[in-house]
């Protein structure tokens, strides 16, 4: 089955605490993008990978770090995590370069910052 | 930029009535646009999406869209709603071209079916 999945789906932790979050795709996309969704602001792109060793800010990006080593993976690290970052992520993969590719979407990271 | 507003962020409808949810965009030349749903602990799901072509687009669970270039709108229909599709619904654009074309989302809509 093409999937995008996503670990942990459930994360509280303290302040300054390092977390990584995983991402892995099995249907050979090469692009790969992270989302966080808070409440009224819809979804917002954090950082996304054109392809293995190629990674950019997205609009959102301050406090997040990313790699992408392999095609199928692109986890998501929060070094020093704060309250701010408290919220809903999700993982999305794409064929190509085009915009008018499908984006399939992980089922999401809840993710709390005590 | 380009920007996606959804008027509305809660509609509610009665089971088997006309579900119509909105959607306009700006952008400065005509992207791809996408509607996606996402029922409750779960990620999104593409409904249906617009690239060329004609610009009535079926999509999935009985829904569908129109793009209308003079109006920047796609706004998501579905003649009879039932008591399933309560969840929320995403409009978003992309494109055109290659490179980082992320989707911009709008704020959502969140859609209640009352029996």
């Known amino acids: 089955e093409a999937q995008v999945t996503q670990n942990p789906r459930y994360l509280i932790t303290v302040t300054g605490k390092k977390l990584t979050v995983t991402c892995s795709q099995n249907?050979?996309?090469?692009?790969m993008s992270w989302y966080r969704q808070d409440p009224g602001l819809g979804l917002r792109q954090i950082y996304y990978s054109m392809n293995v060793e190629v990674t950019d800010k997205g609009d959102v990006p301050e406090g997040y770090k990313v790699s992408r080593k392999e095609k199928r993976n692109f986890p998501l690290i929060l070094e020093s995590p704060s309250p701010n970052q408290t919220s809903l992520y999700f993982c999305a993969s794409r064929k190509g370069a085009s915009g008018s590719y499908e984006q399939y979407f992980g089922p999401g990271t809840r993710l709390t910052v005590t | 930029a380009q920007s996606v507003t959804q008027l509305g962020s809660h509609v509610s409808v009665s089971e088997g009535a006309l579900v119509l949810l909105r959607c306009n965009y700006s952008?400065?030349?005509?992207?791809?646009l996408f509607w996606y749903v996402q029922y409750p602990n779960q990620g999104l799901q593409l409904l249906l999406k617009?690239?060329?072509?004609?610009?009535l687009v079926k999509g999935i669970n009985g829904f569908e869209a129109e793009f209308k270039k003079s109006e920047t709108s796609f706004h998501l229909t579905k003649p009879s709603a039932h008591m399933s599709d309560a969840a929320e619904y995403f409009c978003a654009v992309s494109g055109p071209g290659t490179g980082n074309t992320p989707l911009v989302f709008g704020k959502g809509t969140r859609l209640s079916v009352i029996a």
């Open positions: 249907m050979n996309h090469e692009y």
């Open positions: 617009y690239t060329t072509g004609a610009t």
């Open positions: 952008s400065s030349v005509p992207p791809y």
